[in-house]
């Protein structure tokens, strides 16, 4: 242990802190821009600079680890000075017109730019990057370079997290620029569409794209408006709105949305259910049949592209299922629209999503029938919370309201899809009691819960061991693709989300660190085990549509309306 | 663009496995590429080098980006590196650099129209004992006057060994 003097404070922490945690420690937050609590430190940006006695020059206290007998000043002239000046010079290259930023009131820069009652005159030359153009080429993201500090955050996640690599640092000084090589535009690189930088972006630069312009002019069509609410929804839209992470808001946001103007509120977790008896029984035919193993879940849409993009020889191992959203979209413009009779160009189906990449499923060319989209848009958390901002509904206030039939109900299976290893527990749910007959009497495989980044489990079904591994967040799923395509992956079933936490801790998200991951965790679960039906089988709903309308899983129905097919995207990485 | 020829890409494929069994010779590596690649990795020769090298197109742009010896865009087949450092400077380097752009009829940056020649300003090259100095790819000059460049020049026009 250390002591050290911070403004006066004495205080103790742990060998190897640096001076932002023992400041934190007694209670002083010093502004920080590049620092992120789950990356590497870069200490770029030194808006974090302190004076440390002794030391000939201002130190970064996201970086200088502390010293016995340290005293150090948070808050003198000397830092303050700085400070204005690493400001004015953070300025010299921003662009200000703050009213039009996706990121205004949530910045940062603004932020700190606020506490340090800063006058935005800027001694410098001001040049902003950039030709005044935002890339609105990817579906999901967008890219402002002239917000752009140059903090790397993004940079850091894509390369060293997700192992993607769409984004690059170009050129040193005044011209280091972040963003794809060569200028690209997004939707021209290997980006996969997680939109973790945009979680990762402290500023404008990145930000979820925006497609509730849409949603409003249809809200006032003579369409019907049909929307779903994925699993990870109902744990992130409070937190987004100002409550606590890991809030659950269900009822709520059922609310809000007819206030909104939707016709029908259907649950995700009913096309999750779905989702599982498909999967589960192209598992099952697979282990069965000598099909290609390990087989590998499709629920992810960043997961996918990744995989069409770095492993397209391993595509034959993906489960052929749609993710929920993608079965959910396909039976509303099908299903739904006969029961209700309507022309399927006469519903408009939304779905709210804590994922970016979500946006680009919704538009790949798979997903659509006679000329109707499954899904005509894709709204975020984000967009959500911003909707029900604009609306001036009162979230905190709002009565419980019930999911419409006949898609308004799903079982705590399709619930915990929301977190990394939820769709693998649900799955063997079902496949457990499909194989042995037998009542499942502890429904909780602790063994694929967990932020471990990839978690191994055994079942034993009868006597047949099968061997399952989980992923979550790319750079581990690379670990396991390698092993798969070089043969030795000693595993029949996988579950891979983009995502660092799963869905939960989706792109579409409000901004998020692990702590508050572990909340939305933790509440994911707490759902699960509150609701009634806890196994995609017995979900009443899923029975009825199989009964009417499906047929049975895998069946003709099915392969048309609920699986896909994926392309290889090779090309673009050579 | 680079056009480039099925033995450039052997040859940019042997080079990468250089770089695989010896991680440090990046540097190197991507220099001796770079002289196969008309001086310069476009986006379709990055496209071929990332391939070869195993390394994604992202991180070498951001090397390549970095270093000024390497560039994104065409260059001629010499590249003259003037050096604008202090010592050179106060020896004469500006009257050197001004003969060698008034001799090709070019500006510093730019590339003469036979694509013979690329002129650019670089950091001190190390050589300020006997400076004003240039380099010409990887040779040497040094102690230039602007008469001497301009032979020196004439000698690479005409293709003879200076």
Known sequence: MVTLTIDGHNVTVEDGSTLLDAASAVGIRIPTLCFHPDQKIKANCRICVVEVEGMRTLAPACSTPVREGMRVKTLSKKVRMARKNILELIFAHHSKDCLQCGKNGTCELQAIAEEMHFDYAVRYPVVIKG????????????????????CNRCFSVCNDVQTVCALSRSKRGYKTLVGPAFGKELAETVCINCGQCVQACPVGALTVHDDRDDVWDMLDS??????????????????????????????????????????????TDFSADLTIMEEGTEFLNRLKNGGTLPMITSCSPGWIKFCETFYPECLSHLSTCKSPQGMFGAIIKTYYAESVGKDPGDIYSVSVMPCTAKKFEAKRPEM????????????????????????????????EGPFDEPFGTGSGAGEIFGSTGGVMEAALRTVYETVTGRTLENLDFTAVRGFDGVKEA???LDGKKVRVAVAHGLGNARKIMDAVRAGKADYDFIEIMACPGGCIGGGGNPIRNWKKLSRRMEAVYRLDKALPIRKSHENPAVRRIYRDYLIEPNGEKSHELLHTSYVDRSNIVK | MNQLSKETIDEIRQLADVYKNANER????????????????????????????????????????????????????YIIRMCKSAPCHVCGAREVAQSICDYLEVEPGDTTDDGLFTVEFCECIGLCESSPSVMINDEIYSNLTPNKIKGILDCYQKGVRV
């Open chain 1, 131 to 150: 030709n005044g153009e935002k890339d609105l080429s990817s579906p999901s993201i967008t890219r402002d370079v002239s917000k752009c500090i140059d």
């Open chain 1, 222 to 267: 003579d369409k019907e408006v049909v929307v779903q609410i994925a699993p990870a929804v109902r744990v992130t839209l409070a937190e987004a709105l100002g409550e606590d992470p890991g809030v659950i808001s269900t009822g709520r946001i059922i609310t809000a949305l007819r206030r909104l103007g939707f016709d029908k509120v259907f649950d």
């Open chain 1, 368 to 399: 659509k029938r006679d000329g109707h989209r499954d899904i005509d848009a894709v709204l975020t958390v984000q967009e959500l919370a911003k909707m029900i901002r604009y609306a001036g509904i009162d979230f905190g206030s709002l009565t």
């Open chain 1, 458 to 460: 055994v079942i034993d």
């Open chain 2, 26 to 77: 990046m540097m190197e590596v991507l220099l001796k590429m770079q002289r196969l690649t008309n001086n310069c990795f476009d986006r379709e020769t990055l496209g071929i080098v990332s391939d070869a090298m195993g390394i994604p197109e992202s991180k070498l742009y951001d090397y390549i980006t970095f270093y000024s010896r390497f560039s994104t865009e065409g260059r001629g087949k």
